[in-house]
T-cell receptor, first 110, second 115 residues
């Protein structure tokens, strides 16, 4: 199963865009990239996912490089409530399991 | 989406005892998973709970320590057996809907402390 690498922590000013990178260089052609976040003491919350094309929803945008070896999650206007640990996950296509990496702890600063 | 209820939400247990955690989903789901989150760590997949058959365990996890049941498409249990302080973690249930490409949903977890 493809492994992901993320920076352990990042800061972002409130109101600015938060760009969270993820490397998944061993990703297979049919494996999806998912992003989740976990606010302290809560279960992980789904944000967005994609295969090849860039995706956007009401929460965030996902930019996947053409070679699919990396991706960036963009929170366009970060708020204090976006402070959380963000996980980039490559979903297994065999058993559909979600394997979590170490994640990025994002702190939004007032 | 799926709404997941886990019971208990937290417990403090004596070492050597066992605790069974329940996961109830408000709709029939294809796949259910159990995760462990040790203090300050990421989530680690324990096993896939298979309806009507034995669970599929990840490397490092065994059935004797973490027996799992899944009697139907909306319910599963995870038992943490013969507990030690190292088992103190948050245990989370997760489900994936009937469509294979949908996201996974997570319960709020069971916070277990072993003393």
């Amino acid at each position: 199963d493809a492994k992901t690498t993320q920076p352990p922590s990042m800061d972002c000013a409130e109101g600015r865009a938060a760009n969270l990178p993820c490397n998944h260089s061993t990703i297979s052609g049919n494996e999806y990239v998912y992003w989740y976040r976990q606010i302290h003491s809560q279960g992980p919350q789904y944000i967005i996912h994609g295969l090849k094309n860039n995706e956007t929803n009401e929460m965030a945008s996902l930019i996947i490089t053409e070679d699919r070896k990396s991706s960036t999650l963009i929170l366009p206007h970060a708020t204090l409530r976006d402070t959380a640990v963000y996980y980039c996950i490559v979903r297994s296509t065999t058993g559909n399991q979600f394997y979590f990496g170490t994640g990025t702890s994002l702190t939004v600063i007032p | 989406s799926a709404v997941i209820s886990q019971k208990p939400s937290r417990d403090i247990c004596q070492r050597g005892t066992s605790l069974t955690i329940q996961c109830q989903v408000d709709s029939q789901v294809t796949m259910m998973f159990w995760y462990r989150q040790q203090p300050g760590q990421s989530l680690t997949l324990i096993a896939t709970a298979n309806q009507g058959s034995e669970a599929t365990y990840e490397s490092g996890f065994v059935i004797d320590k973490f027996p799992i049941s899944r009697p139907n498409l909306t319910f599963s249990t995870l038992t943490v057996s013969n507990m030690s302080p190292e088992d103190s973690s948050i245990y989370l249930c997760s489900v994936v809907g009937p469509r294979g490409d949908t996201e996974a949903f997570f319960g709020q977890g069971t916070r277990l402390t072993v003393v």
